[in-house]
């Protein structure tokens, strides 16, 4: 494998014994990793020498009010003057030693711009959950490329930051992360690497834990801003559709909580997707909502008060 220089850049806000876990397991990886940047929201909240017990960690501090999901990262990204940055989020674990080594492999093909790691489900979290994430991160590894629309549709664009390894001079040529965007900044990039000629690796060998118990409520509140992020961005995702994908994630899931023996299951399922499309139908037309529905619907107020500033 060729050696390129990794930085990791990782946003954090609040954060506490998951972290110092965190950066542990990097310090752990097979793969040397230059530079972790942490960028700390408030740091009045950032735990005393704790960037001082990692020599490669180094911790920039910003206000709450300056937060944005594409804003920070990118502010990160330039912060980096390495081959790949690994963007990461603090609630994410590295399964193993291997993870940056992993997620490195697809980038021998110059063609591959970016690359994500396959997420496996907490122990704590719920049947259905456990899942959705094999649903959405299967076993078996994928390059997805412009050729690839028929077939996946919105989900040729897929790719998460919870980890997700970016080529800085494409991240650089094309433009980065979105600014002031409410989330979803990782697919909308991704998206435009692809309708550029790039191609996006699915790496399943990468491998973290991180997983969400969500409510159909929290599923809702997660779905709006996803449809809202998309909706501000018809260039990347105008006349694609999502909603089939999602039925067959519905039929699959019921079909799963029966051929396990817990049919009562089959409630929840349908409890969640009906959180996530009515959160997901509503932030499609976010435009005609009034404020106070708004503010109700999302995850993220403070994109609002932007928006509105």
């Not at 793969?31 to 009045?44: F, Q, V």
Request: glycine content about 6%; charged content about 25%.
């Amino acid at each position: 494998m060729a050696q390129w220089r990794v930085d990791v850049l990782i946003p954090v806000y609040r954060p506490g014994a998951q972290l110092e876990k965190l950066l542990d397991r990097l310090k752990a990886q097979k793969y040397p990793i230059h530079r972790i940047i942490l960028m700390n929201t408030e740091k009045a909240y950032f735990p005393a020498g704790l960037d001082e017990k990692y020599e490669n960690v180094e911790v920039h501090h910003l206000k709450k009010e300056d937060f944005d999901h594409g804003g920070t990262r990118d502010q990160g990204f330039r912060l980096s003057e390495a081959d790949i940055v690994v963007c990461m989020t603090q609630d994410a674990l590295p399964a193993d030693t291997r993870l940056i080594e992993e997620l490195l492999r697809p980038f021998a093909d110059s063609t591959v711009w970016a690359a994500y790691a396959r997420q496996l489900p907490r122990k704590e979290c719920r049947e259905v959950e456990r899942y959705t994430r094999s649903f959405n991160y299967p076993a078996e590894s994928r390059l997805k490329g412009l050729s690839d629309l028929d077939e996946l549709g919105i989900k040729t664009f897929f790719c998460s930051n919870v980890c997700a390894a970016w080529r800085r001079d494409k991240y650089l040529e094309f433009g980065g992360f979105t600014k002031q965007t409410i989330f979803n900044e990782d697919m909308i990039f991704a998206g435009k690497l692809v309708q550029a000629g790039g191609r996006i690796a699915y790496c399943a060998d990468a491998r973290v834990y991180h997983s969400h118990n969500y409510s159909a409520l929290q599923q809702l509140h997660r779905n709006f801003d996803l449809a809202v992020s998309q909706t501000m961005h018809p260039e990347v995702f105008g006349g694609l559709r999502s909603e089939s994908e999602g039925i067959r994630l519905v039929k699959k899931s019921l079909r799963y909580c029966v051929q396990i023996g817990k049919p009562w299951l089959t409630a929840q399922v349908l409890a969640q997707s009906a959180g996530k499309f009515l959160g997901y139908r509503m932030g499609q037309h976010y435009e005609r909502l009034p404020r106070r529905v708004i503010l109700w619907c999302t995850m993220n107020p403070t994109f609002w008060e932007k928006e509105n500033g």
